[in-house]
């Protein structure tokens, strides 16, 4: 923390002539807060930099004159915690991001950023048009434009495949590997996209290019998605054992077999691996296998298990990760609340 911050917020304050109350009721929060703050304690929270900027009379570079990184990373966390960001911090924080585009040594955050910015905005907006498409089916469910903008806001499936097909990421990627032959995580958004729209016989090229860069359990697991989808089950079956007998220590390729389980809807088994994925896994450990076992339980109409899981997830963010509050906490908090009225419903 910039130790001049708590500094110069006493100063100024106190230029205007307020006390520590006054200036906290004009923000609407307690004076305890900006105490906090004048004594370096903590810092304000990004969303109050417009209004606290404007009360002390300075811009909110000259309050703050935080570096650059630290300003990339408050973005970076307002992203990732809040689940709604407010029309003046989305618009601060663009301005900020476009206008350090001209320092080439912060452009490839500022892009990523920007990208991140746009995505969360675009999901705001789709959570919003799923509500009003659900409302709009009530009034009218037989309306077959309140069903196509509920797909469309919800991600959905439509069989037509010359809407639903995805040629410009496999040509974007195509070029990409070509440019980028090292970058083996390429190869990876490579098959996936090649794989979900049945292009095997370019898949299975594509696997031999990974393998001979990045051998390892995706070979197996790959091959075994490409037997998959030409129809040989017992072969992907097999090459998924397989994966899990040359990798039995390898918590993503144990992990990897309870997401090849749970697409044949084996969830039993799916579980099974997700959960000994999840026990190999090093500190501090991700939360997906916790979540796929939730939304099996919930699939299964075990709503209290489901509901464990969430649980699990919530105090392993916090043991792990030290994260107790913001948009992704919420998230599991609601769908808490939501299993807990399934739970409560007569069968």
Known sequence: MNIEIGKKIKTLRLQ????????????????????????????PDIQILPDLSVILGVTIDELFALTDDVQLERIGNMISNEQFISEDDFNYAEQFLIEKLNDDSKKPPCLTLLAQLHIHRSDEHREWAARYAKEALILAPDSKSNHNALRDAEHGVIFDWNYSNRHKLIEYYQNFVLNHPEYWQAYVWLLNYLIADGRCIEAKAVLEQLNQIHPGHLYQKYGGLICKEEGDLTQALALWEQMTELYPEDWLAVSSRGDCMAKLCRYDE?????AKGHELQPNPKYTDSFEAISHIYKIQGKYDK?????????ALLESDWNITEGKTVDFYHREIENLKIMLAKPV
């Open 270 to 274: 799916a579980i099974e691996y997700y």
């Open 16 to 43: 205007k002539g307020m006390t520590q109350e006054q200036l906290a009721v004009k923000l609407n929060m307690s004076s305890q807060a900006v105490s906090k703050w004048e004594n370096n304690v903590t810092m």
């Open 306 to 314: 489901s509901i464990e899981m969430l649980q699990e997830i919530i």
